[in-house]
């Protein structure tokens, strides 16, 4: 028997990874990530069971890089309020999202529904912990007035924020201005 080549699945991810941000998703066969790696196909099942497990982990890959590259707990320490927080963390988010609009999704469509439906899957874990932080910055503001604490559940305004911010996100449009400018008529 002639030596084989041995390879960790992380390793065949982050062969995968720089590909896909080269070439796109589409570029995500199994028989060229082994190539890519320089192992056998049969080498790569060993560690991925298809090719929508291993686009899925790419997917994943890019929302964790993403959400690392934008430094919530910089955001929050420059923040002086919660609303603060929330403009410079929709921006960080929106400059993200724009980058996977053009290198990731512009062949989106070559992936198949289990892979969209574990890729949103992981971006929905990815953007939970986010949440948490508006939620954080919210309950700790303490430049919201009294009233507003002893009438409003700062939780659910946190919960209704986020829900805003990331669909404003998403769409890539200037929506979350006006609902900062309602919110702070309301709360400060």
């Known amino acids: 028997m002639g030596n084989r080549k041995a390879i960790t699945k992380e390793q065949i991810i982050d062969v995968a990874y720089e590909k896909a941000q080269r070439e796109g998703l589409s570029s995500l066969s199994v028989r060229a990530v082994a190539e890519a790696c320089g192992v056998a196909t049969g080498t790569m099942y060993n560690h991925i069971p298809d090719i929508a497990e291993l686009r899925t982990e790419v997917l994943r890959r890019f929302w964790r890089e993403a959400l690392s590259g934008a430094d919530l707990d910089q955001c929050a320490r420059e923040a002086g309020s919660a609303l603060d927080y929330c403009r410079k963390l929709t921006g960080t988010l929106a400059e993200s999202l724009r980058g996977f609009r053009s290198a990731w999704l512009r062949d989106a469509g070559v992936a198949d529904g289990r892979t969209r439906q574990r890729a949103a899957e992981a971006e929905r874990a990815c953007l939970q912990d986010i949440q948490l932080t508006v939620r954080h910055a919210f309950e700790r503001d303490a430049a919201i007035s009294e009233r507003a ?26 929506s979350c201005e006006t609902l900062f400018a309602l919110v702070e008529l309301a709360l400060y």
Do not use: H, N, Q, Y
Request: aromatic share 8%.
């Open 149 to 174: 604490r002893a009438e409003i559940d700062m939780g659910k305004v946190a919960e209704f924020v986020w829900a805003a911010m990331l669909m404003g996100i998403k769409r890539d449009d200037s």
